[in-house]
């Protein structure tokens, strides 16, 4: 069936959905977009699920919802059934910069098992990112929650690589209370760990430099060879290790935060006495963040980062634009109050290497 826009959703009935399914029960259900109406029955859901403890409280919030659900980058998918027109599930793609973001699938408790979460997060989402507002979009990224060996088939089969594991990333609870006060994050309420993925597209290749420098660590080009390993279209690179000198370097980045989960994230290259301003401006937060970029000067500021206690955490792919010539990232990660015990997780067998440097560079022993 033909994909429909967003702005043609009040059409003719068998207009409506641009996907159809059957469920394994054989109940038919159909893909739509979200419009405002959906915006209570949504919330009713992310409170079955989650109760009061999603990460972000705002969902409980049905005016905010409403706005959400409108926003011109925001594609809320709404599966439900044909018959009755009863809400099943969704799910939400999200498009910043050239970066789409898909959010997990959150379905009935009924209808768990019956393959609507699978539908929703493979048929749904790969026919919304094949429509014109995405023609622009280099690469699909998912979070999947540690304890959740489903979420990660689901991304996995979907063509999605695995880029990171980062401990204690996902911050749980109940945060209707909380307001967002400067430099006061949501302190650590239930946390989980979470593997990055990301699905890779053709234009990303072509606008990525090839050449890569990496601080001579052997952590660091384990992450590197990981992502290689998964990705062929990394065998043309030309990798250049280098050591690193803390206090040299460009300075130019970046930093943005999200209070709800208590995350500081920054971007570029650092001198040390900037870094030292910022970890000691950001010491009551959960985690710091730190894309670093693989060029010359990225590899002074991983030298650094490894000084000042940061472990790498991920390696990804043309994450940084710079006069539209994508550089790749070294993710590292630092927790001001600790939290980086917080890995407790099933994994598939491709994510088994990722996980077990992951437990040595966090001191644990590996199974």
Not at 127 to 149: C, H, N, Y
Not at 211 to 225: A, C, G, M, Q
Not at 238 to 259: A, H
Not at 329 to 349: E, F, R, T
Request: glycine share 8%.
């Amino acid at each position: 069936m033909q994909i429909i826009s967003k702005k043609h959703l009040i059409a003719h009935e068998k207009d409506i959905y641009f996907r159809r399914f059957a469920a394994k029960n054989g109940d038919e259900y159909g893909l739509r977009y979200g419009t405002q109406n959906d915006a209570k029955a949504i919330s009713m859901i992310f409170k079955e699920i989650y109760n009061y403890e999603y990460a972000y409280p705002l969902v409980y919030d049905i005016n905010h919802l409403k706005r959400e659900l409108v926003k011109k980058n925001n594609f809320w998918i709404v599966g439900e059934l044909t018959d009755n027109r009863e809400i099943g599930g969704f799910g939400l793609v999200e498009k910043k910069r050239y970066i789409a973001h898909a959010s997990q699938c959150v379905v009935k408790k009924k209808l768990q098992g019956l393959g609507v979460a699978a539908k929703l997060g493979g048929a749904g989402i790969v026919s919304v990112i094949k429509t014109p507002p995405f023609k622009d979009v280099l690469r699909l990224d998912g979070e999947a929650r540690g304890l959740k060996i489903g979420a990660q088939k689901l991304i996995h089969n979907a063509g999605a690589i695995p880029y990171g594991l980062i401990p204690a990333y996902i911050n749980y609870g109940d945060k209707r209370r909380f307001k967002v006060d400067d430099n006061n994050p949501v302190p650590p309420l239930h946390e989980e760990a979470a593997f990055l993925y990301s699905i890779i597209f053709r234009n990303l290749w072509k606008k990525r430099d090839k050449k890569i420098y990496l601080l001579n660590n052997e952590d660091i080009v384990f992450f590197y060879n990981y992502v290689k390993k998964m990705s062929r279209k990394m065998k043309d690179d030309t990798l250049i290790l280098e050591k690193g000198k803390k206090s040299k370097g460009y300075e130019l980045y970046g930093v943005s935060k999200d209070f709800y989960e208590g995350r500081v994230n920054i971007y570029g290259y650092i001198k040390e006495k900037s870094l030292n301003d910022l970890l000691k401006r950001f010491q009551n937060w959960r985690i710091i963040l730190w894309r670093i970029p693989t060029t010359q000067n990225g590899v002074h500021s991983m030298s650094l980062a490894l000084e000042k206690g940061f472990n790498i955490v991920g390696y990804d792919l043309g994450f940084n634009n710079i006069n539209w010539t994508l550089f790749d990232s070294v993710i590292m990660a630092y927790y001001p109050n600790g939290g980086s015990h917080i890995l407790k997780v099933k994994c598939l067998d491709e994510t088994k290497p990722l996980l077990n440097k992951i437990r040595e560079l966090f001191f644990f022993s590996v199974n």
